[in-house]
Each structure stands twice: as C-alpha cells, then as structure tokens.
C-alpha cells in the first residue's frame, strides 16, 4: 500500500523513526537525548546556551584584536548597537547633533529614548570640519553635546574625521561613529584609518557586510578614549537583546574577526587594493565611457568599492548591462552604480569585473544618450516635534500630497541605502513629495 501523503512536515518525519528531527538552532539548551539508551548512556548533542555575562573572557579577546577597552559582541545586527548607543547618550544630554546620512537605526533610537536630534546637511557628499566649526561657533547655549558621524557612507566615501574629531572634541562634544561600512578598515593599513584610532566614544562596526559573517552579527567598541563605560550600554542593551544569545551567530562572529586579524588578511588586502587600482586605472575616467566617481570634497575613499556613472546611460541601464555581463551590483540611485570587492574576492572575479567593464562600453558608445536625472541631494530636516513625540501622537494615513505643511508621523526609508527620506517629527514639504511621489501614503500627526 502506497504511503499516505503528510501534509505536515513533523508528522512526516515521525513517519520515519530511523530518522530524528531536531527542530532547533545549537542554542537553546535543547538537550537531545537517544530515548532508546539507558540513563547512563543519556547523550547531550547540544551545547548551553550563554548570557551576556558569560562573555567576558570571549569579548575581552576580541576587543585586543581591535585594541578597545571594551568590545561587545551583538548578534541582533548592528540595529541593536545604533539603538543602544542612542540610548545611551540620551542618558547623558538632551539633544544630539546628526549627521544627516544616518541609518534609520539612530532616528528609530531616538523614538525610543526621546533623544532631541538635531540635523546636519553637508554641502558635500560628507561634512567638513569647517562646517563643523562653524556650525558649532553659532549654535548658541542650548546647543547639542554630542555628535553622530555615519562614516564611511555606504559608497565608502569618508570625511576627514581625525580633524572632525578634533573639533567635536574642542567644542566638548561626546562622538558616536557607526563605521558599519568601514568594519574592515582595522584589518589592513591598505584602507583607510578607522575611527577606532581616534578620540572617539563609541564605534559600531557591522560583520555582516563585508567581513564575512553571517547576517545579523556586530560589533559596539568602547576605545581606549570612550568617556562612556559598559555599564552605560550594557542597560540599553538589556532592553533591546534577546536573552537567547545566538551560538551560531557568536561562533560565526568570531570566526569573522579572527580571520580579519589573521595576518595573511592584511597582505592579501593590499594585493586586491593593488589590483583594483590596477584595474580603475585601465577602465575608468581614461576614455570618459565609465567613470570611477568620488564626489567632491570627499577626504576618504574604500579602494574596495567602485562607484561608477556614465553620460551615455541611466545608471539603471549601466547595472543592467553589467548585470548581463555577469557582474551584479550593491545598488544603483539616479547618479552611478555601486560595486562592493572584499577580500573574499579572488583574482577571477577581477579578471570578471574588468571583462564586464569591457563588453559594457561598446554598448555604452552606440547609446544615444540621455537625459541625467537630478539626484536627490538630502534635504535638511525642519523639525516641529521630537521623533517620539511625533511616534506616540495621534495619527491619521493620508497621501503626500494633503501631507505638505504637516508633521511626519512615521519614517520612512529604502534600504539600501538606509537613511531616511521621512523622519517622525519632521515638517513634510516639497522635497518629500519630489522623493516619496505624491500619491505615496505615509502617517502624520493628527490635528
Ligand atoms: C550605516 C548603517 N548603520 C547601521 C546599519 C544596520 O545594520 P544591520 O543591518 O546589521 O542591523 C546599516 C544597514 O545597512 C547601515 O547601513
């Protein structure tokens, strides 16, 4: 007689005693045992699972490699950390500056602590110190007293932050960077200099992104200069973690940065830097077909990402050719396509990048051209109430266009490459109806 069809998988399973199901991840002392042995020979197959405690042997290894005094291990991505960094900070001072690039994760901070930001546009691609100096000089007696930097950008263009620094630090400011995009910068002097070596007071590093871990796995350093101690994070972060620390993500997270440091990395960093110079200089900017573009004023440039435009087609066009090509991208905006290396990367997969690079500017020379579209330059956030006022008051959903004039309610952001186009507490105006499209519907604040 022919099996009867399971249309449940556990059922299905149990069908089959040779087999045995385990439904559980290697972290939540689920203790599997042979039913059919003795006591005696009762086998545990699982390991415990630990607490935040539990760590301090393991996370004081992994702060010598990046030379903190203090380094914690997140499993819940670096989300958690930016969250907790905000909230600690608004334990500490009643408003923050912003540097108007951040991830959604900080403004969503701020709902939950009530912290008051208060934004900063750069002219450029990333703020200056200039702007920075001046911005302080004239910003009065209730002026912030802490700053967040969000460096590199997520196109692995960096401002000069050593002298940024210098004048947060001058004008008494306590210094967050979330150096997500820059988490490999410590394993090679090829890159550039991370924020871990300045005066800073909180780094968050993201181990996902580009050295290799599995999704979800990060990093919140307190170096050696951070005014802040582990007490001031380990609170936010009791409120924010899981109490179900994840082996396979803490064993992944570890892996990631032993390799990091292992000295072979650094070398082999160097060797892809050389290759993709090598590579930049043989594709780009030469015959004007595909740019390597670094917007101006931009102090810092990640040698492992390309982003490129052309005046011959829509960057849309460019990832599509590419793509046929065999190469895909990170993301692509109205400006250029973004292209991410690390050192995964082997020499084939250059070889491959540079074919591609080839085979798309014939394409690109038959184009007819186009018109470029504007990209959208961020705009300066007026706010009229907090974040978290703005989250917990009355609301009602209604299209962008009967929302200008009014106040935001919720965020909004695309991902990549994360920053928000809407920040809970702000005045919607035109540029929003220009981003988010006029008939796009969003929450604001009820009359
Ligand atoms: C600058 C920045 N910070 C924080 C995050 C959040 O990282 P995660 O996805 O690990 O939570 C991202 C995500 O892309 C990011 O781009």
Known sequence: MAARPHANFAEMVEARPAISLHLHTPAHQGRTVEKRLMPAQLVSRD????????????????????????TLCLTSGTTTGCLAAVMALSRRHASVWVVRNCHKSIVNGMVLSGLKPRFIRPEGAVVTPEELDELFAGAGPDAPTAIIFTNPTFEGWGADLPRCVDVCRRHGLEIVVDESHGSHWPASPALPLSALNLDVDI?????????????QTALLHLPNSSRLNERDLARSLDLLETTTLSNLLMLSLEKAVDRLFDPATAGQIARLVDELTGVKRRQHNGDGLIRYH???????????????TTERAG????ARW?????????FHDATGVLFIFSFFN???????????CRQVKPLLLASPGFLPRAGTRMNQPEMVMTPREAHYAA???????????????????????GWPLLIPGEKIGEWHRAVLGGDYLIDIVKL
């Open 294 to 308: 670094v917007p101006e004023g931009v102090a810092t440039q990640d040698p492992l990402k390309f982003f490129l």
């Open 395 to 417: 609301r009602e959903r209604v299209e962008v266009d009967q929302a200008v004039g009014r106040t935001a309610a919720e965020l909004v952001a695309t991902c990549p490459p």
């Open 315 to 318: 960057a849309d066009q460019l």
């Open 203 to 215: 780094v968050l590093h993201s181990l996902h992104k580009y050295a290799g871990a599995l999704v």
């Open 322 to 330: 590419f793509y046929e090509a065999g190469v895909d991208n990170e």
């Open 346 to 356: 082997t020499l084939a997969d250059l070889k491959r990048f540079e074919r591609a």
């Open 47 to 70: 390991v415990r699972y630990f607490q935040r405690r539990d760590l301090v042997g393991f996370e004081a290894r992994i702060a010598t490699h990046y030379g903190t005094k203090r």
